[in-house]
């Protein structure tokens, strides 16, 4: 697939919201570059190929920070690039400042994207038991109870630093007890599934559209021992699969998420948990409305910067 990198220059304060402006045009992926950061850089492993490199060699901006996205050229995001820098601009209106707002458009070939995170991404502890760790970082656990992700995103969406992954994977920490069985709507890396697997979950089946992710996910779950038996497949959402299990996880956009609700209704067990993320503040009740007129109840909404993620249950036969 071809893909168009879009970047804006904007400033420290205005990253996350720059960020969430790019993912609700549909990003798979965000990744910034903030002078802020480096200031904090110890000399250690920033290279390409892993070799140790001191930060002041790095090559990298002196102020601001840009915030860059990729979009699949098929989106036409060149078509939308003013409308994005308007609506940066407009974060002036809340008190964050915007900076030049710039945006610049560059056709992206796969290599430089695998790039860009590799230089920018690091161990991220994402709550108490779990860290995600990159692939080609040495890690050890501070304590035997801390679960290690290990991940090489590559060009799948799921770093794990992202807070929709993050309000994913603590939902799935508030519900897990065991043994579920877990459905994974868009598992992009295969961090959600890897995560829950380490968590002791019983059978995982996870499914993204993008046949890159797929590809990744595989990847990462060979990375990770104890995820063995996952089971990664390219599907539309949930379409054409009849099974009952314990849990469905989507950190999914709003708008794919509303499809979704009647497909995970009817694969959920009742007394089954249905646990989406990826919802910007303005569609949060779209989605809601969207899950309870099918009978969920929505048992937690949670809630990190401006997205959502919500825990819903599908009532037991005996709460009907
Ligand atoms: C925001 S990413 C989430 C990745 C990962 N699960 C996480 O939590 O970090 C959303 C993923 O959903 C996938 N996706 C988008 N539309 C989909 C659809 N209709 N069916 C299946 N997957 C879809 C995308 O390809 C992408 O990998």
Known sequence: MDWTELSIMTTSEAVEAVANILMAYGATGVS???AKDFEKLKPGRYGDHGEIVDPKDLTHIRQGAIVSAYYPNNQHIDDQADQIA???????????????????????VNQDWQTAWEKYYHPVSISRFITIVP????????????????????????????????????????VMQGGE?????????????I??????????????????????AEKN?????????????????LAGIHTQADIVVA?????????????????????????????????FETVENAMTSQGFQIIETLRMKDWYGVIAQKPKDEDK
């Open 181 to 193: 069985s877990i459905l994974d709507v868009g598992t992009g890396s295969g961090v959600l599934s």
């Open 221 to 237: 779950i060979q990375l990770n021992p104890g995820a063995k038996g996952i089971r990664v497949a390219a599907n539309d959402l």
């Open 135 to 174: 692939s080609w970082e040495d890690y050890q656990p501070k304590s035997t109870q801390e679960k290690i992700v290990r991940l090489d995103p590559g060009m799948a969406f799921g770093t794990g630093t992202h807070p929709t992954t993050r309000l994913s994977l603590q939902a799935l920490e508030m």
């Open 251 to 283: 950190n999914i956009l709003a708008e794919i998420i509303v499809p979704l609700v009647p497909q995970a209704w009817d694969n959920l067990v009742p007394g089954g948990f249905f646990l989406t993320s990826g919802i910007i503040k303005d569609k």
């Open 195 to 216: 995560a829950a697997k380490l968590m002791g979950a019983g059978e995982i089946h996870a499914y993204d559209v993008d046949d890159i992710a797929v590809e990744s």
């Open 86 to 108: 308007t609506r940066v601009r407009g974060l002036a209106k809340f008190d964050l400042n915007p900076g030049p707002a710039e945006v610049h458009l560059t056709p992206v």
């Open 32 to 34: 910034i570059e903030d």
